[in-house]
């Protein structure tokens, strides 16, 4: 019952979206503790896969400002 995910990020875009960033927040919300990779793509995980559309959502909702 654990999830994993992953975020990448155009290079036209690191400037202003970090994978870290995002995936981290993700990570949050699946109960993870962080995550990590580089500002073009990361990937981190928790335990409770259940929350996978709260981990979109976050991501979605850092994207739309």
Do not use: F, Y
């Given at each position: 019952?654990?999830?994993?995910?992953?975020?990448?990020v155009?290079d036209?875009l690191?400037?202003?979206?970090?994978?870290?960033?995002?995936?981290?927040?993700?990570?949050?919300?699946?109960?993870?503790?962080g995550?990590g990779?580089r500002?073009?793509?990361?990937q981190?995980g928790?335990?409770?896969?259940g929350k996978?559309?709260a981990?979109?959502?976050?991501?979605?909702?850092?994207?739309?400002?």
């Amino acid at each position: 019952n654990k999830a994993s995910c992953v975020v990448t990020v155009t290079d036209d875009l690191t400037a202003t979206h970090n994978a870290v960033d995002l995936v981290r927040l993700a990570s949050a919300a699946l109960g993870g503790k962080g995550g990590g990779g580089r500002a073009d793509m990361a990937q981190a995980g928790g335990p409770e896969a259940g929350k996978a559309d709260a981990a979109i959502a976050a991501v979605r909702a850092a994207l739309a400002g």
